[in-house]
């Protein structure tokens, strides 16, 4: 199925990003030519995703308009990118059009039978679980996902994309700048609706356009009540056994590697949506019960001195909470830290998280709440971080603002104790990972008192 970008030529706008990397990834496995620029690389922050992609024949630029040529066929965009940046400006300059992400991904997608992964929460590891399993049962699947399958990763791939030969895809699409409309699939999941970038009634509307354009869709059952759709589903259970996740699918039981109550409704979401597409259910069953997560979804980063460290990209409460609860569910505290991602996030979602943490941090929980996370832009700053931790303080003395990631390290390794774990959370910020992996050799490299 390669081929379909053949002779084109693409530049790629902020390349490390997670939804422009596996964009780039899967053009240039389709036979375009694709250059990419990201103000990562102009800082000289060599991360690891630049090295796997020069790896699939991507070459690396500086974002100084200088990847936009006349040759050029489009420059790709996000939504966070910006006309004054330079490539933009270029691109204007010579003619060459603009397009966003989602479009030429839709045009990739088109081109097979299409499985689209829609929801607020979720849809990263939903997307993995159903072409993980499409994989492992040899219906050979292209896979576009924002999130990295473990079992994908490795020294070379970065393991979001995963070009197969069957007329298969399975790609997640993005409800947060309404992109998802640029979609039309054959079969499409709704994993859940709730308010994130937009008022909960805005989501079920949007949801519900982007229905009406599929040929078919699956959605759990409160999702479908939401969007008026019919809530009958098939017969499932889930249950908690010694720290894993147990679910029943009509006839068949499986058991999870992945942590956490929202992982066990994937997997349900998964199995119906395999289902859908005609797959073996028994063979589904056994494919899910291997699957082993996603790149910073709940990923364990590894313990040490009896201390776990987990590693996961919850930005908002919804998630967070799930997370948290993840996390919990093997007993112990959690010290857990986030960072917000964004002004324009932390505004809307303050109350909303206020009332989750009040909710979900357990009387002995710790919690540190890091600067908001600044990628430039035109960004109104009307509420800080402190401005959540003040509105926390008042009936939560264990949560704080901390103001970098070296004052971070001392307060978690003074805190810690045997039986804890140390939970990292937030989107966008590459530190956030590299953290997690400095506060574990910390760990190692110390002697962690009991409880």
């Known amino acids: 199925m390669s081929g379909a970008m053949s002779g084109r030529s693409y530049h790629v706008c902020g390349v490390a990003g997670v939804g422009m990397n596996p964009l780039a990834q899967a053009l240039a496995l389709s036979g375009a030519k694709v250059s990419g620029s990201d103000r990562y690389l102009d800082q000289g922050d060599e991360l690891d995703v630049f090295r796997k992609l020069r790896g699939v024949g991507i070459s690396l630029v500086a974002q100084d308009g200088s990847g936009v040529t006349e040759e050029t066929s489009a420059l790709v965009v996000s939504t966070a990118i910006e006309e004054d940046n330079p490539d933009w400006l270029a691109a204007k300059r010579l003619g060459i059009p603009v397009v966003h992400r989602a479009r030429l991904l839709a045009e990739l997608a088109g081109a097979r039978r299409c499985v689209a992964v829609a929801g607020t929460s979720g849809k990263t590891t939903l997307t993995g679980m159903i072409g993980s399993v499409l994989a492992k049962i040899g219906w050979d699947p292209m896979v576009v996902n924002g999130g990295a399958v473990l079992e994908w990763m490795d020294e070379e791939r970065i393991g979001n994309v995963r ?29 859940n609706i709730s308010r994130d970038h937009f008022s909960f009634e805005e989501s079920v509307e949007l949801f519900q356009q982007f229905a009406r354009q599929c040929g078919r869709v699956v959605a759990l059952p409160e999702a479908a009540r939401a969007m008026g759709l019919d809530p009958a589903f098939p017969d499932v259970a889930m249950h908690l056994e010694q720290g894993r996740w147990s679910v029943r699918y009509e006839d068949v039981t499986f058991t999870l590697q992945v942590p956490g109550r929202h992982n066990a409704e994937n997997a349900i979401a998964a199995m119906a949506t395999l289902d859908a597409m005609g797959c073996d259910v028994e063979a589904c069953a056994e494919a899910m019960g291997r699957f082993r997560g996603i790149h910073r979804r709940l990923e364990e980063v590894g313990e040490a001195g009896g201390v776990r460290v987990v590693d996961d990209y919850a930005h908002n409460p919804a998630k967070i909470r799930a997370s948290w609860q993840a996390a919990a569910e093997r007993g112990g505290r959690v010290l857990g830290f986030w960072r917000p991602h964004g002004y324009g996030p932390l505004a809307a979602m303050r109350t909303d998280l206020g009332e989750m943490f009040r909710q979900t941090l357990g009387p002995d929980d710790r919690l540190w709440i890091l600067p908001v996370y600044y990628a430039g832009g035109t960004a109104t700053r009307s509420v800080e971080s402190s401005d959540l931790v003040g ?5 939560h003395g264990s949560v704080g603002f901390t103001g970098d990631y070296g004052a971070l390290q001392d307060e978690i390794l003074a805190e810690a104790r045997v039986g804890d774990t140390i939970l990292g959370m937030g989107a966008r910020d590459p530190d956030l990972p590299r953290f997690a992996r400095i506060c574990l050799k910390a760990l190692a490299s110390r002697d962690v008192p009991g409880r």
């Not at 197969?164 to 994993?191: H, M, Q, T």
């Not at 509105?391 to 009936?395: G, K």
């Open 163 to 191: 070009w197969g030969a069957s007329p298969w895809c399975v790609v997640e699409v993005d409800e947060s700048d309404r992109s998802l409309l640029k979609f039309y699939p054959e079969l499409a999941v709704i994993n």
């Open 391 to 395: 509105d926390l303080q008042s009936t």
